[in-house]
């Protein structure tokens, strides 16, 4: 079964500073790989995803992402850190199987900004 | 281009009142439909899904119910309300055509039982 692993509930950042937000996923064939971002009251609106191809996916927002087979990983960064940034983010692991799939998502981190 | 609403917005329901949330679709046809959960402080949990019209699968036993009575129309129900239904509800679609499961998701509704 699939499975994603958010490690760290909360991540406090200065403003400017590199964001990392850590993702691990557990799947028995390879995944399609999402980020997706929530701000206060709102649904969750995707940053970016990861279903072939090149490893380093952009999104918006300057967010990237990179899928690391290996290392089972799809860590979120952002090279400087804005206080629009501040909110909650999950990560989501869709299986390649056939037939209808469920998106697995994390428990999320919430992302602070500090000035 | 597609948009997803939902309605209403905030919803303040005594305990033991009936609930109806709704969630319409537009510019796409035949989407997969979800219904999610999410309680103060915690993650994202999948309550129903919808791969078309009357199909419904539930994930999670409770006193929730759901239907899908037009193709991009997916309704949240409940008979009688319980202090643990409070929460924030995310209606969401899929492409029946796309591999990736990529969901797309509604502004949401805040349900406080009091």
């Known amino acids: 079964a699939q499975s994603v692993t958010q490690l760290g509930s909360h991540v406090s950042v200065s403003e400017g500073a590199l964001v990392l937000l850590r993702c691990n996923y557990s799947s028995s064939v390879p995944p399609y790989l999402f980020w997706y971002v929530q701000y206060p009251n709102q649904g969750l609106q995707l940053l970016l995803k990861?279903?072939?191809?090149?490893?380093l996916v952009k999104g918006i927002n300057g967010f990237e992402a990179e899928f690391k087979k290996s290392e089972t990983s799809f860590h979120l960064t952002k090279p400087s850190a804005h206080m629009s940034d501040a909110a909650e983010y999950f990560c989501a692991v869709s299986d390649r199987a056939a037939g209808f799939q469920k998106l697995v998502f994390g428990t999320g981190t919430r992302l602070l900004v500090s000035p | 281009s597609q948009t997803i609403h939902q309605w209403p917005a905030t919803l303040v329901q005594p305990v033991g009142s009936p609930l109806s949330l709704e969630c319409t679709v537009e510019g796409t046809s035949n989407p997969n439909l979800y219904w999610y959960r999410q309680a103060a402080g915690r993650g994202l949990q999948l309550l129903f899904y919808s791969v078309g019209i009357g199909q419904i699968s539930s994930e999670v036993p409770q006193n929730l119910s759901a239907s899908r009575p037009q193709d991009r129309q997916f309704i949240l129900s409940s008979k009688k309300l319980l202090l643990s239904d409070s929460g924030f509800y995310l209606c969401a679609w899929s492409p029946q055509w796309s591999s990736y499961n990529e969901q797309f998701f509604g502004p949401g509704t805040r349900l406080t039982v009091l």
């Open positions: 990861y279903t072939t191809g090149a490893t």
